[in-house]
């Protein structure tokens, strides 16, 4: 499996930005899908977006369309996700996520297969 690690959460404003950054080791990060997921307090993890091996193909959730960009750098083995016009709904733990396949309009924490330990992002109104 491919190890994660998040990092770039904080605290921000409602309207602000943040990015979030995933960095990978362990595997050829290439071979892999990418995903962002988010979780608040007692609600379900959801599905913020994912990015194909070669960043070419993106899904985004409908929350999140059209504020939120994934991107990824293969030469440093980083995947990213840019929070645009933040909303204080969109608090959170963010997760990362790597899965050995494609990807699809909207996933499952099921379909990947290895994960980050999270960062909080904190969006005051």
């Known amino acids: 499996q491919v190890q994660l690690v998040e990092s770039g959460g904080g605290l921000v404003q409602a309207g602000g930005s943040l990015r979030l950054s995933c960095a990978a080791s362990g595997r050829t990060f290439s071979n892999y899908a990418m995903g962002w997921f988010r979780q608040a307090p007692g609600k379900e993890r959801e599905f913020v977006g994912a990015?194909?091996?070669?960043?070419?193909?993106?899904y985004y959730g409908d929350s999140v369309k059209g504020r939120f960009a994934i991107s990824r750098d293969n030469a440093k083995n980083t995947v990213y996700l840019q929070m645009n016009s933040l909303k204080a709904e969109d608090t959170a733990v963010y997760y990362c996520a790597a899965r050995a396949g494609g990807i699809w309009g909207s996933m499952d924490r099921a379909d990947f297969g290895s994960w980050g330990q999270g960062t909080q992002v904190t969006v005051s109104s």
């Open positions: 990015i194909n091996w070669g960043g070419f193909g993106t």
